[in-house]
């Protein structure tokens, strides 16, 4: 079982940046990452795909909404995956999860379905 953990979230006002970061562990296991990703949710709504990247090649992917705004990255031997969001707007706000596919797929990482572990979710509220 591989247990993922977001921190970073927070209030701030339109314009501002933060930065996420999800940290994975497996309580001192070893386990395979294929990708990681970025999804949020609002109240009402279906959650959303934000961004992706692949492990391996460090290919990533982002939704329209975000692109040139956010920026995913990893750190390999942290285990950890970082999500930079920039000139943030208050349609950003969200309860932003951090998801961990840990095998090879043939689907698209912006699908939920490839993602076998999910975090607990780090709210981000931007105010106008």
């Known amino acids: 079982q591989v247990q993922l953990v977001e921190s970073g979230g927070g209030l701030v006002q339109a314009g501002d940046s933060l930065r996420l970061s999800c940290a994975a562990s497996?309580?001192?296991?070893?386990?395979?990452?294929?990708?990681m990703g970025w999804f949020r949710q609002t109240p009402g709504k279906e959650r959303e795909f934000v961004a992706a990247?692949?492990?391996?090649?460090?290919?990533?992917y982002y939704a329209d909404s975000v692109k040139g705004r956010f920026t995913i990255s990893r750190d390999n031997a942290k285990k950890m995956v970082y999500l930079q969001m920039n000139s943030l707007k208050p349609e950003d706000t969200a309860v932003y999860y951090c998801?961990?596919?840990?095998?090879?797929?043939?689907?698209?990482?912006?699908?939920?379905?490839?993602?076998?572990?999910w975090g607990q979710g780090t709210q981000v509220s931007v105010s106008s």
């Open positions: 998801a961990l596919c840990s095998s090879y797929h043939s689907g698209s990482d912006k699908s939920e379905y490839p993602y076998d572990y």
């Open positions: 497996a309580s001192g296991r070893t386990f395979s990452i294929y990708t």
């Open positions: 990247i692949r492990w391996s090649t460090l290919n990533t």
